[in-house]
């Protein structure tokens, strides 16, 4: 059990976790979030808000945050959201994926979160 232990603290001292916000537009946000091991990414979120009727709404989240595979969180304003499993497996690929997509797509996004 030591053992067990001893090898996890080691791995997370080795795991590097980032978190930052970017600014896409005058009232939209992106907040990135993710673990690195030897240069690889383990876990990421992406998350797309906007300040919306004096607070900020999710739009948006591309994840595998909760040890799963990656996916997408469509939020709306007036129904649930609504999750689906992105076609990429890998972590690097669907994280980078995600901050291009949400980028080039803030506001047709931003539409179908009003319009659908």
């Known amino acids: 059990m030591q053992i067990k232990a001893a090898f ?12 930052y ?19 690889k990414i383990l876990k990421f979120v992406v998350q797309f808000y906007s300040l919306i009727d004096g607070q900020y709404r999710d739009i948006m989240r591309i994840d595998n945050y909760h040890g799963t595979y990656p996916h997408i ?25 995600a901050k291009k997509f949400i980028k ?3 506001e047709t996004i931003k539409e179908n979160f009003f319009n659908k």
Do not use: C, W
């Open 21 to 39: 916000t970017e600014t896409i537009g005058e009232f939209d946000r992106l907040s990135i979030e993710f673990t690195k091991h030897k240069g």
């Open 73 to 97: 969180h469509k939020y709306y304003y007036k129904r649930k959201q609504f999750k689906e499993q992105l076609s990429i497996d890998n972590p690097n690929e669907a994280f980078n994926y």
């Open 104 to 106: 080039n797509n803030a």
């Open 8 to 19: 996890a603290a080691i791995l997370f001292s080795t795991m590097n976790k980032v978190r």
